[in-house]
């Protein structure tokens, strides 16, 4: 019993012996790492900060009556294109009855006031005409006969006061009862017209809606809103962590949602100085105007993203983020350059802006070195270059 459990025992220790053989042997035919290298490459590197807005115009013409009343037709629609002075719409006046009552009644109270500076006018004109034969005659003295002529004019005077009472009279009545009335040009006017030339932005009334003029108490009700499609700006928010990064001048890069593969420059003219909150974070307004857009035509409203060029390289020689190690001391970087079969030598650079896939390399390294890729993924198959 005893030298079998001694035999078992060797027998054991035999294949745990020959186990670890067979592992190191294993192991020893094993091919050592391989590291992969890259070489520099001449890159155009960008830092920007991107804001997220929509394209609206640079200014929008809202265009308002300057009388109430009710919509009688409108001649024009979304989307044509208006010169300055041309039709919009047509407006029919509801009068007031009170007022309408009073100007009518001012109009019989003039005219009676007419009447009788008329027959007093008639009445000093005999007179006049009577005294003057006498002064001519020399029977009445010049002080009695200037006193006659005086009352004489002061009448034909009233006359003629009274006929411009009449007259305003009868206009007021008309601009009460219609909107409009002669001789007043475009003071008093039912036709609704363009004030500026551009394109037809959104016309929010139509046939049959009533209308407010603009005065103290109210904005007045908008027709139709213009603007030049031609000049239009960029208009976005960037969150309080970016916006410390970016200053009015700064070059615009806008990508348009509903335009594919196109790209529009732009100016920052505006950062607002004041953010708001929204959505538990703190967002200010920018805005940039488009440069020339040439035949392209951008609707009014369209969402876009616009990217703020901080930064810019245009053709330097740059690496991956990726193969720059850091000293652990110093902090420095460095990389480690290929001098022969898997051979490498340690290369301090000193580096530019990154867009955080390329860094520039100011310098330490040239266009035809070997960089080693020292954070490759173990297990997959690597090719050395």
Do not use: H
């Not at 009233?158 to 009862?177: A, F, G, H, L, P």
């Amino acid at each position: 019993m005893k030298r079998t459990k001694t035999v078992i025992l060797l027998l054991l220790i035999v294949v745990v012996f020959g186990s670890a053989l067979y592992y190191l042997w294993q192991k020893n035919q094993e091919d050592p790492v391989k590291y992969t290298t890259e070489s520099p490459s001449e890159q155009t590197i960008v830092v920007k900060t991107v804001a997220t807005g929509s394209i609206v115009p640079k200014e929008e013409i809202l265009i308002k009556p300057n009388i109430s009343g009710v919509i009688e037709k409108v001649f024009i629609e979304a989307g044509e294109y208006v010169n300055q002075g041309d039709l919009i719409a047509q407006i029919r006046v509801i009068p007031n009855v009170s007022t309408l009552t009073s100007a009518k009644n001012n109009i019989a109270s003039n005219r009676n006031a007419l009447q009788t500076s008329e027959i007093n006018y008639k009445t000093q004109k005999i007179i006049f005409d009577r005294q003057k034969e006498l002064f001519d005659k020399g029977v009445i003295s010049a002080n009695e006969f200037d006193q006659v002529n005086n009352t004489y004019l002061q009448a034909k005077q009233r006359v003629e006061q009274n006929k411009i009472d009449v007259t305003q009279s009868r206009q007021n009545y008309d601009i009460i009862k219609t909107g409009t009335t002669s001789g007043l040009g475009s003071a008093a006017q039912t036709q609704v017209r363009a004030t500026v030339s551009g394109m037809v932005l959104d016309v929010p009334v139509k046939a049959g809606n009533q209308v407010i003029e603009a005065n103290n108490f109210n904005e007045g009700t908008s027709i139709a809103s213009l603007a030049d499609v031609k000049q239009m700006i960029f208009e976005g928010k960037v969150d309080e962590s970016e916006v410390g990064k970016i200053k009015e001048g700064l070059p615009l890069e806008i990508t348009v949602g509903a335009i594919e593969d196109q790209k529009f420059d732009a100016i920052l003219d505006y950062i607002a100085p004041k953010g708001v909150a929204e959505n538990g974070a703190i967002q200010f307004e920018i805005k940039g105007s488009l440069k020339k857009m040439d035949s392209t035509f951008i609707r009014a409203g369209l969402s876009a993203n616009a990217s703020i060029i901080l930064e810019k390289a245009d053709k330097v020689l740059a690496i991956k983020e990726a193969l720059v190690q850091y000293d652990k001391e110093t902090k420095k970087p460095y990389v480690e350059i290929k001098i022969g079969d898997q051979d490498y030598e340690r290369r301090d650079v000193e580096l530019g802006i990154s867009d955080g896939i390329f860094v520039e390399v100011k310098s330490g390294i040239n266009k035809d070195d070997k960089i080693k890729v020292w954070n490759q993924i173990q297990g997959m198959p690597q090719y050395a270059q």
